[in-house]
């Protein structure tokens, strides 16, 4: 391509490409300048790094909105008053983010200016009608000036856009309406999530029945999907209450307890047809304590029916014992008998047997008759009346006469048909 010169022999012309050369010098300065200044206050966490972008900066919102969120996070007083008026000279600068406004809003209310909150909060929800946080946000700030109603109205929405609010919500209108379930219900829906919710905060207020009632009546086929959290923290709430019978009931549904009992009173696996895992999470099915002596699991080639007993094997002259248990949730104050089915050829001095106790205290309910040597499969049953104060039991495999850490057992025995009767 041909290289053209030009001759500039008028002056006045040198001057006009001289002036286009210095406007697009300093343009082209002022450019980098603002994408400096823009860059370095999104990027940088020091408010001193944002209040020298917002002087390089003027004009750009985002400069002003990052030292304000900055500013804000020291809580001294003179940063708040700081953050206060940068908040509002971003929003003068960009007055369509609803951003802005929000947080705008939340600075008014921190400042004690709750008229001028709602107004920068309602200005939000104008931009962003369908945002849960904005909703949210002038939801709480109409319920701390007393606008009850409409508040709830906000954070309704709220809740119902975005699930996260819904323990948040629950606790606040439990806070504010006095645990009036009914009034609960009525301000942040009665949607199941929002129950659940309600289950969970009753449970924290002692006021377990009510709890469970309202587990109850939840969708089933929600427990084991979107409330199986929820159902977790009952199950674990409820057990540390003592309340092993709602525990077990909720345990079932959500699917923590795998090959469990059906209902109230049930021994879970009792013929080992199932699986037994030393690694159990529920304390409704069968727990096998840690070690390797004596060995534990499943038997084929002894039992009393099915395919399987559970093999307890101390080998040649063993030392030591391995817990097993099972927690049964059982009727308060009904008469019980423990039956199962053992066979044995240990050789020892100590006296084997299985404990009945009460889960929550341990404190001994009833024993069975110590286990002799059986060649063939023998009954052992044990009677027994539940304190009216008890709705949860465990069975234990005990060893009493000799210490288990020093007192030498050798052989087998296996045991097989576990089950609870009521009497």
């Known amino acids: 391509m041909p290289i053209k010169i030009y001759q500039l022999d008028s002056r006045a012309v040198r001057v006009v490409f001289i002036a286009v050369g210095l406007t697009a010098a300093l343009s082209a300065f002022f450019v980098a300048k603002w994408g400096f200044a823009h860059t370095a206050a999104t990027q940088s966490d020091l408010v001193q790094v944002a209040a020298l972008a917002a002087d390089l900066a003027p ?29 509002e000279l971003a929003v ?27 107004l920068a909060l309602r200005k939000a929800l104008e931009l962003a009608p369908n945002y849960s946080r904005v909703q949210w946000a002038l939801g709480n700030t109409l319920l701390r000036q007393g606008k009850s109603d409409e508040a709830f109205d906000e954070i309704r929405k709220a809740v119902a856009g975005d699930i996260a609010y819904t323990n948040a919500a629950t606790t606040t209108a439990w806070q504010i309406l006095d645990g009036d379930i009914v009034a609960v219900r009525k301000a942040i829906g009665d949607s199941p999530r929002s129950n659940g919710a309600l289950a969970i905060l009753l449970t924290g207020q002692k006021r377990l029945d009510e709890a469970f009632a309202i587990w109850e009546r939840l969708p089933a086929e929600e427990k084991t999907t979107t409330l199986k959290e929820t159902g977790q923290t009952l199950y674990r709430q409820f057990i540390e209450a003592g309340k092993y019978r709602f525990a077990s009931s909720v345990g079932r549904q959500i699917g923590i307890i795998e090959n469990g009992g059906e209902s109230i009173g049930d021994v879970a696996n009792g013929g080992f047809e199932a699986a037994v895992s030393e690694q159990n999470s529920s304390i409704f099915t069968w727990q096998i304590g840690d070690g390797s002596n004596p060995r534990i699991g499943p038997a084929d080639g002894q039992k009393h029916s099915g395919n ?27 008469n019980y008998a423990l039956e199962f089915f053992y066979r044995s050829d240990l050789k020892t001095q100590s006296k084997l047997k299985w404990q009945i106790v009460t889960a929550a205290t341990g ?3 009833a024993d069975t008759s110590t286990l002799a040597v059986a060649a063939d499969w023998t009954r052992v049953g044990a009677g027994f009346a539940v304190p009216a104060d008890v709705d949860g039991l465990t069975i234990r495999f005990a060893v ?3 210490d288990p850490a020093t007192c030498s057992i050798s052989g087998n025995i296996w045991f097989d048909d576990f089950s609870l009767k009521v009497q």
Do not use: M
Request: glycine share 8%.
């Open 92 to 118: 003068s600068l960009s007055p369509n983010n609803y951003l802005f406004w929000l947080d705008l809003g939340r600075a008014r209310e921190r400042s004690g200016d709750r008229t001028g909150a709602e």
């Open 363 to 365: 404190k001994a309910i």
């Open 308 to 334: 399987y007993s559970l093999l307890i094997s101390f080998g040649q002259a063993g030392k030591g014992i391995r817990q097993v248990s099972q927690t049964v949730a059982v009727e308060p104050g009904r």
């Open 400 to 402: 009493d006469g000799c």
């Open 59 to 87: 004009d750009d919102p985002q400069t002003h909105y990052a030292l304000a969120a900055l500013s804000e996070k020291t809580f001294s007083a003179e940063d708040q008053a700081k953050a206060l008026k940068e908040f």
